[in-house]
């Protein structure tokens, strides 16, 4: 919107746009479509990202991230949004990033937190099950300790970075007996791992270049000393307390899409003519765009004031999930709506609009269903 600006950015988050921005046309704009086509990223596009400081930027310097607040981390996601960029799950390696500083022994910090900021360990989190999807505490993979080591069975399905990712935090049941106490994150690094395979990236509606694969463990061998935290049983607790910045990093992305699409489409009705005049000047394109880019609007200072929240430490679940939530289904209205005033050429994936349709529409699946959101929403009332 004219004249609004995020209350969370300062002049060094405004230098760090351009240099994200430059480098995303740069370096990943030209690999978008074969990206699409093979279904992944590049393994180099990590390194690349890494020497550039798109990864990690608000962990420590010490551990070899940027030092910075969650709002460079944004900034990252924002301008992968703008350009169309879906495939490169950046996210996921924050999240864990942050599951490392959480929960982490100093020893696994020193160890992987230096190598995901340079892009040369790719990262992701092994939750759902093909039986088990939002309900964590039922999942079946289990590790058995059997010496210095855990004997891991099981499978894993929709894991984001499955298909390049080298180290996986795997939610597994280090005790059966018990449900959210029997659940430990093993760190498995997959390169040599006898018993450990995957399959090639799913083939789905949307985000087609980023390799969401399923994942199987047959007698897969792991160090004790690889669970998170050095403590077992310790799992369910981990993931529960981090959810809320992955869920407002969905919130942040379909905001962005939600922009994006409303720019596009405003160049687009500007310049498209039909029984003699521009689609900008028929009522009922404006007033959609209007309405569109209020709720935007509305979206993007909700958005920010989570965002300031996080960066002081006092964003709480409930309002995490109500962004993740809200933003998702507000964002595909628009998305749909903008399409529409596209016509034909909204169908066709040649324009950026038909991207974020698609895309965005696992927004509202993925981190945890929205009808779960509500749920949990329901339980702060």
């Known amino acids: 919107m004219q004249g609004y600006r995020s209350s969370w950015l300062t002049a060094e988050h405004d230098l760090y746009r351009d240099n994200v921005r430059r480098f995303v046309e740069t370096e990943f704009v030209p690999a978008r479509e ?12 990590w390194r690349q990202a890494g020497e550039a400081g798109l990864l990690c930027p608000d962990i420590p310097t ?55 900021a340079s892009g040369d360990i790719i990262t992701s989190i092994a939750m759902t099950e093909p039986g088990t999807g939002s309900d964590l505490q039922a999942v079946k993979t ?27 935090v795997l939610v597994c049941k280090t005790n059966p007996a018990e449900r959210a106490k029997g659940i430990s994150l093993l760190l498995v690094e997959t390169d040599g791992l006898d018993g450990f395979r995957r399959g090639k990236p799913l083939k789905k509606i949307g985000m087609k270049a980023q ?6 463990f047959d007698d897969c061998r792991v160090p004790v000393g690889n669970v998170l935290g050095g403590v077992e049983g310790q799992g369910f607790y981990q993931l529960m307390s981090q959810l809320g910045r992955e869920r ?81 289904e507000k964002a595909q209205e628009a998305i749909h709506r903008c399409l529409q005033l596209h016509g ?15 895309d965005n529409r696992v927004s509202m699946i993925y981190g945890g269903s929205n009808e779960i959101m509500k749920e949990l929403i329901a339980r702060s009332l």
């Open 344 to 358: 034909g050429y909204g169908y066709i994936m040649d324009y950026p609009i038909a991207h974020y349709f698609a």
């Open 142 to 168: 289990r590790a058995v300790r059997d010496g210095d080591h855990y004997v891991v069975n099981g499978s894993k399905t929709f894991i984001t970075n499955g298909y390049n990712a080298n180290l996986i």
């Open 248 to 328: 407002l990093m969905i919130g942040l992305q379909s905001v962005t899409a939600m922009e994006s699409a409303v720019h596009h489409t405003l160049e687009y009705v500007r310049q498209r003519e039909a029984f003699g005049q521009k689609l900008f000047d028929f009522q009922n394109t404006r007033f959609t765009l209007v309405e569109c880019a209020t709720e935007a609007h509305i979206a993007r200072v909700f958005v920010d004031d989570c965002i300031t929240r996080l960066i002081e430490g006092k964003l709480d679940s409930a309002t995490a999930s109500m962004a993740k939530y809200w933003c998702s």
């Open 211 to 216: 390799d969401t694969s399923e994942l199987f």
């Open 34 to 45: 074969r990206w699409i086509e093979q279904g992944h990223s590049d393994p180099s596009a």
């Open 62 to 116: 010490e551990y070899g991230g940027g030092g910075a607040d969650f709002g460079f981390d944004a900034i990252v996601y924002e301008e992968l949004g703008r350009a169309c960029v879906s495939g490169f799950g950046c996210a996921i390696q924050s999240i864990v990033a942050h599951y490392f500083m959480a929960y982490a022994t100093e020893e696994q910090k020193q160890k992987y937190l230096p190598r995901m």
